[in-house]
């Protein structure tokens, strides 16, 4: 059998990659010994994560500093007269050595200074320059700083040309037939090891927020890496004190402000609840049904009858008939939903800024409760992961290849069936050993393109309605509508198995959409609906579970933000907030209403929903409309000004106060929740 030989320039590069791995875990475990202090004895069992995930950051850092070196071996070995790259290959490194050191010295002094890790807001300083110089010069040993980068610089490039040395000794390394293997199978290598992790999605910033500890993510985080994460978000999700100081009288009164203060910005709020005796322990499982829009119902489809399940369980439920999602789009429905704060970033979604991934949540004041959350998918998309495993205190984490009996259906991962069968199962199960309340959050995806209807379907029969009935009564084909029927289909499954669990003579369901669909014929629906793109938004929420007494149909505007306190308020717990989301059922308390933003849009739109009145302003061009009526597209402004100056400041007002939240919504320390 033929000896493999590894050639030299393929040994220098990844020697060039394992040397700077294990110099960015040693300063890893070198911020562990400095920051020291900050580690409370509950968070030990999760250091081995912390170093474990932390290692793959390091191990990205490392390949993607070995690129350049990788291209120029490949270069030489195929061209050895390129020897003349030589000391510019040195010099190149020695600096880049030396500014990422600079950039660990800098983490340092950075989370010394405010307990966070060095990101790409560090440019802030340069807007004072002098002064913040300054003050490096007066509080950081600057000169042993600068003098230890020139050495570390110095050795780094003695290093890279004592690699060069090393990769080229052999005579044999200019061979192209062997090095072209070598080149493709060191490429793979170097992707496989950027790449992370075996997943669908890569390792992703939100992987460091495996925990509800600040300290253990910050110790997760690679500082150079965090800086290009947050670059993209600074300047896109940045606030406006000033405007929101602007309309903070109005806010205040509409969120129900303890001890309002315009100079000092307070929105928070302490809910008493109900008296201990009053107070309930109900389960409550929250059901994300992909795109569940109002138009889209067996309520305003009855002929069709795509849901009617959901119709069912609406009629014998407490049913939101205006209800709304503030923006589209699934990860910016999980945000709001969880921490009650409408997501209306320009850039991207909010789950995916690891600059506001510390959340408040109110649920967190329910410490006797177990917390779940199931997908079908990975957490990783969106970057969801990083919203829930860092905000949910000690939730389970379910995703695809984390269950028990499970069969991908298409890119979205298993099927709804099964996703809710394994809910059930898991529920039940946790619920018999653990004989506790329960916090559940059950999201699926099936209902997307593809259209994927599974092999095991409990039964299903598809429908052929024809393409031109499809089309008008908000569908884009038949394919579609039979998905939202399979979707429809497999929360009926599920609620034939809970209906059979321990658990559910005590839980609540809290079943809607994640966002609404526009549809552009939507014959079923009033022509204002679809041309103000109110489908886009409109959802249902379902109220559904034994402990409902008996049905109620709730026409008061409301909106996903609510849904948490609203859970909140049928437990009865006190718990605390400063966001935007209040309980939906505490009428004639809380004044009705939805802030919608259109981020799709340019320019963006931004709007609010009270009853059939509708405020929508896109650009400076801005009108009030009663989108009910016949003539939904008249402006009606000048004819009832007073209605429209207030709902134009609930608009603006909650649009630049949610702005303000993202960083204004930290947790609070445990004992205050």
Same mark, same amino acid.
């Given at each position: ?10 040994? %220098?590069? *990844?020697?060039?990659? /394992? !040397?700077?791995? $294990?110099?960015?875990? =040693? ?7 400095? &920051? ?18 932390? %290692?793959? *950051?390091?191990?990205? /850092? !490392?390949?993607? $500093?070995?690129?350049? =070196? ?7 070995? &195929? ?18 050595? %030396? ?73 044999d390394s200019y061979r192209w037939k062997g090095n072209l293997g070598w080149f493709f199978g060191g490429l793979l290598l170097t992707g496989a090891l950027m790449f992370g992790q075996l997943s ?474």
């Amino acid at each position: 059998m033929k000896k493999i030989v590894l050639p030299g320039w393929i040994k %220098a590069y *990844f020697g060039f990659i /394992l !040397a700077n791995w $294990l110099i960015f875990t =040693l300063m890893r475990v070198i911020f562990l010994f400095v &920051f020291r202090a900050a580690l409370v004895p509950q968070a030990y069992p999760e250091l081995w994560e912390t170093f474990y995930v932390g %290692a793959k *950051f390091d191990m990205r /850092l !490392a390949c993607a $500093l070995a690129i350049p =070196l990788g291209l120029y071996f490949t270069v030489y070995a &195929f061209w050895h007269k390129a020897q003349w790259l030589r000391k510019g290959m040195a010099v190149l490194y020695g600096v880049l050595e %030396a500014l990422v050191m600079l950039v660990y010295f800098a983490d340092f002094a950075h989370y010394s200074y405010i307990s966070m890790r060095i990101n790409s807001s560090i440019a802030k300083y340069s807007e004072n320059a002098l002064i913040s110089l300054q003050m490096a010069w007066e509080t950081y040993p600057l000169v042993w700083g600068v003098l230890a980068l020139l050495v570390w610089g110095v050795l780094s490039g003695l290093f890279v040309n004592y690699l060069q040395k090393k990769a080229f000794a052999q005579p044999d390394s200019y061979r192209w037939k062997g090095n072209l293997g070598w080149f493709f199978g060191g490429l793979l290598l170097t992707g496989a090891l950027m790449f992370g992790q075996l997943s669908q999605y890569p390792l992703r910033w939100s992987n460091a927020y495996h925990s509800t500890n600040n300290f253990i993510c910050n110790l997760t985080l690679n500082p150079v890496l965090n800086i290009y994460d947050t670059a993209r978000f600074v300047k896109a999700d940045s606030y406006d004190e000033e405007k929101t100081r602007q309309y903070y009288n109005t806010v205040s009164a509409y969120l129900g402000v303890d001890n309002p203060n315009p100079e000092t910005l307070n929105f928070e709020r302490v809910i008493a609840g109900k008296p201990a005796d009053e107070q309930k322990d109900y389960n409550i499982v929250i059901i994300f049904m992909e795109s569940l829009a109002w138009n889209k119902l067996s309520i305003t489809n009855p002929d069709i009858d795509p849901t009617p399940f959901v119709k069912e369980l609406a009629d014998k439920s407490i049913l939101f008939t205006n209800f709304f999602a503030p923006t589209s789009a699934t990860a910016r429905a999980v945000f709001a939903t969880i921490t009650s704060i409408p997501d209306v970033t320009s850039f991207k979604t909010s789950s995916r800024n690891p600059l506001i991934v510390d959340q408040h949540v109110v649920v967190n004041a329910l410490k006797d409760y177990e917390k779940y959350f199931f997908i079908g998918g990975s957490a990783s998309w969106g970057n969801i992961r990083g919203i829930l495993e860092h905000n949910l205190s000690g939730v389970h984490m379910y995703e695809e290849g984390h269950f028990k009996n499970e069969h991908r259906n298409d890119v979205w991962g298993i099927s709804d069936l099964d996703l809710f069968r394994e809910a059930n199962r898991i529920l039940n199960e946790e619920q018999q050993a653990k004989k506790k309340p329960f916090f559940a959050v059950i999201q699926t995806a099936g209902y997307h393109r593809p259209y994927t209807i599974p092999e095991d379907n409990a039964g299903f029969e598809v429908k052929d309605i024809g393409e031109q009935l499809a089309l008008k009564r908000s569908f884009v084909s038949v394919a579609e509508y039979n998905s939202l029927r399979f979707s429809d289909h497999a929360l009926r499954e599920f609620f034939k198995l809970a209906e059979k669990s321990d658990y559910y003579p005590n839980t609540l369901f809290f079943i809607f959409g994640d966002h609404g669909l526009s549809a552009p014929q939507s014959e079923n629906m009033p022509r204002g609906y679809v041309d103000l793109n109110l489908i886009n938004h409109q959802i249902p929420l379902i109220i559904a579970g034994a402990p409902i007494e008996k049905p109620q149909v709730i026409n008061r505007t409301a909106s996903q933000v609510d849904i948490l306190p609203t859970a909140m308020g049928l437990l009865g717990r006190p718990y605390f907030t400063r966001a935007i989301g209040r309980d939906a059922l505490a009428e004639p308390t809380v004044e009705p209403g939805s802030l919608l933003y259109g981020w799709a849009s340019s320019p963006a739109t931004i709007g609010f929903v009270q009853g059939e009145y509708y405020y929508h302003r896109q650009g400076d061009k801005e009108g009030l409309y009663k989108f009910t009526d016949d003539n939904y597209n008249k402006d009606i402004s000048k004819q009832d000004p007073e209605r429209f100056d207030h709902m134009k400041k609930l608009a603006l007002g909650l649009y630049e106060t949610s702005r303000y939240q993202f960083y204004h919504n930290q947790k609070r320390d445990e004992k205050d929740n």
